[in-house]
């Protein structure tokens, strides 16, 4: 893009208006026509504005007049755009909680409508973040019309574009770590416009002649409004775990649990059959993480297994070992389908996260799973995570 001035700092378009707009540095706007190639028919964003200077992207959206502005991360260090915020990762229904209250409605329940305005004050004073994931946009695909519409917008508004990567990835590079011998480090679970959201990545190509860092804040733009055209259209999001894999490893965890039960295992062989079941779990990227550990499979299962129990270590996998490990205990344990989603998603916060909030079952097992590495406070209502988050923001003292 060539311009007198030099290139836009900010640009915004409109397409009620077919305009394009630009604004550079030295204060100049300038508005040309908006081609239609420019703006996908049926978009639910009423406009869209990039500031390059601030590394944010404005989306005008579709409930009421409402917009959200998310951060860009355009190669920068997570730890460092986190600024010290803490993370708070709500399961689904805890965010339709936070959405109704958002919206102007309250809850049954008096304390926990006063923790969710709690909550979301404090997101948008900027002392804490409620990153998304992958897992809750497919939890999306049971709600229609306003509901879900709410939903998607106060989790685009709260989240601020920040989101967890997909479990898979995560899995993947805590066996790297382990496997390899130069320890290699793993990229943030949490982080604005994170990479590895879904299980495969695709990227939109910048126009061939846009300069960093402008090409990588138009890539990283262009992806988040399709999270939100994700959100809100019903048949867009996709499924990469496939329902009928995740009916299959339910029913499978199922038979298990009832052998073992008519077998009278212990709990020492429960944790055995466990940690069995996620590495037979983890098939595809045991191949994955060897490879780029530098070793052969048959190493990878050794160091997988080894004496010194390197699952344990690690903050997401052992905790889903865990997990595993009490259902499959409990007879009274029922396996579906969703619980795939559940387990993977939650699991892998709890491992990250500085404070999470899901459903009393889920957090039963999740604090029941030990040993494991220091983790996120399992909370089970957001009045328990508010009470969590004002200790912890008390503890830190000014920023």
Same mark, same amino acid.
């Given at each position: 893009?060539?311009?007198?001035?030099?290139?836009?700092v900010?640009?915004?378009?409109?397409?009620?208006?077919?305009?394009?707009?630009?604004?550079?540095?030295?204060? *100049?706007?300038?508005s040309?026509?908006?081609?239609?190639?420019?703006?996908?028919? +049926?978009?639910?964003?009423?406009? %869209?504005r990039?500031?390059?200077?601030?590394q944010?992207?404005?989306?005008g959206?579709?409930?009421?007049?409402?917009?959200? $502005?998310?951060?860009l991360?355009? +190669? &920068? /260090?997570?730890?460092?755009?986190?600024?010290? &915020?803490?993370?708070?990762?709500?399961?689904t229904?805890?965010?339709?909680?936070?959405?109704?209250?958002?919206?102007?409605?309250?809850?049954?329940?008096e304390?926990?409508?006063?923790?969710?305005?709690?909550?979301?004050?404090r997101?948008?004073?900027? /002392?804490?973040?409620?990153?998304?994931?992958?897992g809750?946009?497919?939890?999306?695909?049971?709600?229609? !019309?306003?509901?879900?519409? *709410?939903?998607a917008?106060t989790?685009?508004?709260?989240s601020? =574009?920040?989101?967890?990567?997909?479990? %898979?990835?995560?899995?993947?590079?805590?066996?790297?770590?382990a496997?390899?011998?130069?320890?290699?480090a793993?990229?943030?679970?949490?982080?604005?416009?994170?990479? +590895?959201?879904f $299980?495969?990545s695709?990227?939109?190509s910048?126009?061939?002649?846009?300069?960093?860092p402008?090409a $990588?804040? #138009?890539?990283?733009?262009?992806?988040?409004?399709?999270?939100?055209?994700?959100?809100?259209e019903?048949?867009a999001?996709?499924?990469?775990?496939g329902?009928?894999a995740?009916s =299959?490893?339910?029913?499978?965890?199922?038979?298990?649990?009832r052998?073992?039960?008519?077998?009278?295992?212990?709990?020492e062989?429960?944790r &055995?059959?466990? =940690?069995?079941?996620?590495?037979?779990?983890?098939?595809? *990227?045991?191949?994955?993480?060897?490879?780029r550990?530098?070793?052969?499979?048959?190493?990878?299962?050794?160091?997988?297994?080894?004496? /010194?129990?390197?699952?344990?270590?690690?903050?997401?996998?052992?905790r889903?070992r865990?997990?595993?490990?009490?259902r499959?205990?409990?007879?009274k344990? &029922?396996?579906?389908?969703? !619980?795939?989603?559940d387990i993977n998603n939650?699991?892998?916060?709890?491992? #990250?996260?500085?404070?999470? %909030?899901c459903?009393?079952?889920?957090?039963h097992?999740?604090?029941?799973?030990?040993?494991?590495?220091?983790?996120?406070?399992?909370?089970?209502?957001?009045?328990?995570?508010?009470?969590? %988050?004002?200790?912890m923001?008390?503890?830190?003292?000014?920023?």
């Amino acid at each position: 893009m060539k311009a007198g001035p030099g290139l836009p700092v900010v640009w915004t378009l409109r397409p009620q208006e077919s305009i394009l707009e630009f604004e550079f540095a030295d204060g *100049e706007v300038r508005s040309l026509p908006m081609p239609a190639s420019m703006w996908p028919p +049926g978009s639910h964003s009423r406009w %869209v504005r990039n500031d390059l200077r601030a590394q944010e992207l404005t989306i005008g959206l579709p409930l009421r007049e409402e917009q959200a $502005t998310l951060e860009l991360r355009a +190669g &920068r /260090d997570a730890a460092v755009l986190r600024r010290g &915020r803490l993370i708070v990762y709500l399961d689904t229904n805890a965010w339709s909680w936070v959405a109704t209250v958002h919206h102007g409605r309250g809850l049954p329940a008096e304390a926990e409508t006063a923790a969710a305005r709690r909550l979301i004050e404090r997101a948008e004073d900027d /002392d804490v973040l409620l990153p998304f994931s992958a897992g809750h946009l497919v939890e999306l695909t049971r709600r229609f !019309d306003a509901p879900r519409v *709410e939903h998607a917008c106060t989790v685009l508004q709260l989240s601020r =574009g920040w989101r967890m990567r997909n479990p %898979v990835h995560v899995r993947t590079e805590e066996m790297v770590e382990a496997m390899a011998a130069d320890g290699a480090a793993r990229p943030a679970v949490f982080a604005p416009t994170a990479d +590895g959201f879904f $299980t495969e990545s695709i990227k939109p190509s910048p126009p061939a002649d846009f300069p960093e860092p402008l090409a $990588t804040l #138009y890539v990283e733009g262009v992806e988040a409004m399709g999270v939100l055209e994700t959100m809100l259209e019903p048949d867009a999001i996709p499924d990469e775990g496939g329902l009928s894999a995740a009916s =299959g490893w339910a029913v499978a965890l199922q038979d298990m649990s009832r052998q073992m039960r008519a077998e009278g295992r212990s709990r020492e062989e429960v944790r &055995r059959f466990a =940690g069995a079941r996620v590495l037979m779990d983890l098939a595809a *990227e045991s191949v994955q993480a060897a490879k780029r550990a530098g070793v052969n499979l048959e190493q990878a299962v050794e160091l997988l297994l080894s004496a /010194d129990d390197p699952v344990g270590k690690m903050p997401y996998l052992a905790r889903q070992r865990g997990v595993i490990t009490g259902r499959l205990a409990d007879p009274k344990q &029922r396996w579906e389908a969703n !619980d795939l989603i559940d387990i993977n998603n939650l699991c892998c916060a709890a491992g #990250y996260a500085d404070v999470i %909030v899901c459903e009393r079952n889920a957090a039963h097992y999740l604090r029941a799973s030990r040993p494991i590495p220091a983790g996120a406070v399992v909370t089970r209502r957001l009045s328990e995570a508010v009470k969590a %988050v004002e200790a912890m923001l008390e503890l830190r003292g000014p920023r």
